[in-house]
């Protein structure tokens, strides 16, 4: 059976992770991900998957189950891929093959807690868990928005050779790389996969809000 998590749980992991910042020892963020090592999970947003839902409170009002404290006001799911995409399509060819070769999307904090975001609100950065783009993302107040990790095996180049040193040709599971390609399935990946990365935007904006409330 799989490892589940109380709200109550979720809550005493994040008082513990702000200990952690208290004392120096790491970011909000990088305590979160510890954390959620410590338990069985590769990353936070993956424990955050095994969370259960929260009981009714059968005393409200007749008909009325409890509702939790309104949320701030953050882009919306149909708002976040239509700027993504119009991202991607306006993308020049050197940033095209950034993201495809497992490349992130940033976006601006203030703009995304806003809901009133633009394309230029988003950047292309190189992989998502570099140190250095990390950094990047601190310095300019944004944040991971959408990770093209592992896309990069999706692609052949006309100079790719196998162990045998012969040339790698395209099958159905891997495509002949040029930027219109590239930007095509990146476009793709968006559609797919936009509810999931969507989620952990909301989850990762809320651990931002958390630690500048703290």
């Known amino acids: 059976m799989q490892k589940t998590f109380s709200p109550k749980q979720i809550e ?17 963020s990088k305590a979160l991900d510890t954390i959620a090592v410590r338990e069985g999970f590769e990353n936070w947003s993956l424990l955050m998957r095994r969370v259960q839902e929260p009981a009714v409170d059968i005393s409200a009002a ?7 404290p309104p949320e701030k006001e953050l ?9 993504c995409i119009d991202f991607i399509k306006s993308l020049t060819a050197n940033d095209v093959q950034r993201l495809c070769w497992s490349g992130s999307i940033w976006i ?23 140190q250095m783009t ?15 990790n592992g896309l990069a095996e999706r692609f052949v180049l ?42 952990y935007l909301r989850e990762r904006l809320n651990q931002h809000l958390e630690e500048v409330e703290d």
């Open 12 to 28: 005493r992991f994040r008082h513990e992770a702000k200990c952690l910042r208290k004392s120096g020892a790491m970011t909000y």
């Open 62 to 68: 007749p008909g009325r189950a409890a509702t939790q």
């Open 75 to 83: 882009v919306t799911l149909d708002a976040f891929r239509r700027l």
């Open 108 to 130: 601006g904090i203030d703009a995304a807690l806003t809901g009133k975001v633009h394309p230029r609100d988003l950047i292309a950065r190189d992989l998502a868990t570099d």
């Open 134 to 148: 990390q950094q990047a993302g601190w310095q300019t107040d944004s944040i991971l928005a959408f990770d093209f």
């Open 158 to 199: 006309d100079d790719d050779v196998d162990a045998d040193g012969d040339p790698v040709v395209p099958d159905n599971a891997r495509v002949m790389y040029t930027t219109e390609v590239g930007r095509a399935e990146l476009i793709h990946c968006v559609e797919c996969a936009v509810d999931g990365e969507y989620a």
